[in-house]
Nanobody, 114 residues
Framework: QVQLVESGGGLVQAGGSLRLSCAAS????????MAWYRQAPGKQREMGAS???????NYADAVKGRFTISRDNVKSTVYLQMNSLKPEDTAVYLC????????WGQGTQVTVSS
């Protein structure tokens, strides 16, 4: 059974930083592309960052240069380091992978105050 469990969200002032974690189980983590999506109220879910099994990364323009995605295959965990946070980064952040079908975590709330 695939499980993705996020943690690390919270309330932060604009310009601050947060580090999100997503612990995965039920998959061969090291061979999976992992991604962080986000969904703000009233908006569509959007991809923020992804990292392949070969450690290639991809970022949405909105977060490029501020967010860094990384992975620890020993801990089966993917991270999202978020710096220089802006109020428009406020959203529920969800961990994602595909293992024959799409799997999502339950999400962690990130709120950035101005």
């Amino acid at each position: 059974q695939v499980q993705l469990v996020e943690s690390g969200g919270g309330l932060v002032q604009a310009g601050g930083s947060l580090r999100l974690s997503c612990a995965a189980s039920g998959i061969i983590f090291s061979i999976k592309t992992m991604a962080w999506y986000r969904q703000a109220p009233g908006k569509q879910r959007e991809m923020g960052a992804s990292i392949s099994s070969g450690y290639s990364t991809n970022y949405a323009d909105a977060v490029k240069g501020r967010f860094t995605i990384s992975r620890d295959n020993v801990k089966s965990t993917v991270y999202l380091q978020m710096n220089s946070l802006k109020p428009e980064d406020t959203a529920v952040y969800l961990c994602y992978t595909n293992n024959w079908r799409d799997y999502w975590g339950q999400g962690t709330q990130v709120t950035v105050s101005s």
